[in-house]
């Protein structure tokens, strides 16, 4: 990079080392941890509603709800258990629901597969920021990226609707 381009810039960060990635870096990576783990959770409350609607135990419930790896798929098969146990006694219930889950799923899905940048601006006061980016980091993706804050947000959602769900 040329001394005249002052733009941010992203470098991949390769794999979190304790001894070297301190301070915002292990921020990120645990506020990533967390919303897994939220999103993870509502799976779990979602494989109960499946058990529920089945009318079996939540282990064989689990058997065969986690070997569904789409949630799309998931989505409609509770759907379709709900309107056959139920009616549409829940449909307005379940119509929100399913919106917040597939957006829900979409931003899970890109805090999977994007990468940790280590964000330098080298602007008149330096910065260095850790956030998510698409794989393609080269192109400038920093509109795009996802930081530890938004994260933070996304499990505190995570742990609302696995709770909504669960209360359902």
């Known amino acids: 990079m ?10 991949a960060v390769p794999l979190m080392d304790p001894e070297r990635d301190t301070g915002p870096a292990q921020e990120l990576m ?33 058997i065969v709800f986690f070997r569904i790896v789409n949630t799309r798929s998931r989505m409609v098969i509770l759907h ?7 009616a549409d006694k829940y449909r307005i219930f379940w119509d929100s629901f399913e919106k ?10 890109e805090i999977i597969h994007w990468h940790v940048a280590h964000n330098l601006d080298l602007g008149e ?3 260095s920021t850790f956030t998510l980016v698409p794989p393609n980091f080269w192109r400038n993706s920093s509109e795009n ?5 938004e994260l933070n947000g996304f499990s505190r959602k995570c742990d609302f609707v696995s709770r909504l769900l669960t209360m359902f």
């Open 2 to 11: 040329s001394e005249n381009n002052k733009s941010d810039q992203a470098q």
């Open 30 to 62: 645990l506020a990533r941890a967390a919303a897994i783990q939220g999103y993870a959770n509502i799976e779990q409350s979602m494989s109960v509603l499946f058990a529920f609607l089945l009318a079996t135990d939540f282990e064989v419930a689990g």
């Open 80 to 86: 379709d258990l709900l309107k056959k146990r139920h």
């Open 100 to 109: 917040i889950v597939q957006s829900m799923d979409s931003k899970r899905n």
């Open 125 to 127: 006061k330096p910065k």
């Open 145 to 149: 990226a996802i930081t530890s804050y």
